[in-house]
């Protein structure tokens, strides 16, 4: 498998009479940027969701860095996303309670971390994405491409060697969009983390390494 990070083999998933992805294969390198275009209930979402343990697949297999973890229990997934995996959303999903710097530190709260330690590595974070002067900005202070930002740094915060993102840019306009693209990219340069992004946006298709067309449930890697 090379350099591959993660390995799709063949992963199914059917709800009731619904096959909603069929068989669908990837291979993400270390360090590889990858877009996977296509219409609203073509299927994208859920391989997202099996590629991050967070769906199991019907049928399959997962495997990272040459290990099958398909046989993972639920705790297990989790343990696997923390350590290895940065999860964006579109709807940014921050706690509207918590400021920027405590949503960004939440993923750190189950480590063995001294509140000083997970401080300063949280504001590492705001500091990347160009947000520190807005620490402690509750989310209703944010605006939409500032609230993506502290979902990216929380995404980034336990230095996962890959970012999974669901349609980043979906709720933004497109200047802001094509901020966020670019932060993407400048974060990628900095880390060298893959990223694999779920999207309609043909900029971010244009700007990945790599693009895959997902259509009625089946992943086209042309």
């Known amino acids: 498998m090379g350099n591959s990070l993660l390995v799709a083999e063949g992963l199914s998933k059917s709800f009731g009479d619904l096959q909603a992805v069929r068989s669908a294969s990837l291979r993400i390198a270390s360090g590889e940027f990858t877009a996977v275009m ?3 209930g ?7 969701h099996m590629l991050a343990g967070l769906e199991r ?3 399959g297999r997962l495997v990272f860095r040459g290990q099958d ?3 993972l229990d639920e705790d297990g997934f989790a343990l696997w ?3 290895n995996i940065g999860l964006v959303f579109q709807a940014f999903h921050l706690v509207p309670t918590l400021s920027a ?3 960004v530190a939440f993923p750190l709260y189950p480590e063995r971390i001294v509140p000083l330690e997970r401080r300063k590595r949280a504001m590492e974070r705001l500091g990347q ?3 520190i002067d807005r620490a402690d900005h509750r989310p209703s202070r944010l605006s939409g491409g500032e609230q993506q930002r502290v979902a990216i740094a929380r995404a980034l915060v336990n230095s996962p060697s890959l970012i999974l993102a669901d349609e980043p840019t979906g709720n933004l306009d497109s200047v802001t969009g094509d901020e966020i693209l670019e932060l993407f990219r400048r974060l990628r340069e900095q880390t060298g983390m893959a990223l694999l992004i779920i999207t309609h946006d043909e900029k971010v298709a244009a700007a990945s390494d790599r693009s895959l067309q997902m259509t009625d449930g089946v992943l086209n890697d042309e």
């Open 81 to 83: 996303r923390r350590a």
């Open 57 to 59: 697949p019907t049928g």
């Open 38 to 40: 296509g219409r609203s």
């Open 69 to 71: 973890i398909g046989g």
């Open 129 to 131: 994405v160009g947000l």
């Open 101 to 103: 710097l405590e949503n």
């Open 42 to 48: 073509s299927g994208k979402t859920t391989l997202l």
